[in-house]
């Protein structure tokens, strides 16, 4: 039976080490997220869309998009905007549904 040597020991808890801090940061990148429901509907978007989430939530009375900018912004559009369903048909954006669990 052979034993390992001291740096294949070494590597083998680097590795480990490695997928666990993939791992934990795989998890922050969960769909789930916390958004509150939207109460006002703009038309207009941002010029430059970070993330998109559709509202479907059976908590919230309104549909809508939740469109986030590239500073953080967030801004609820009407899913009747003309801007963002031609960026959504065009492919240049996707928004899934937003599937955070009421508080």
Known sequence: MSTLSYSRWIFLLSLAALMFISLSEVESFSPIIKLDCCQNL????????????????????????????????????????EELRNKIKKGQLRCPPDISRPE
């Open 42 to 81: 703009s038309n207009r978007t941002f010029p430059r869309i970070k993330q998109c989430y559709e509202q479907k939530r059976l908590d919230c009375n309104i549909h809508a998009f939740i469109i986030k900018n590239h500073k953080g912004r967030l801004r609820c559009i009407d899913p009747k905007s």
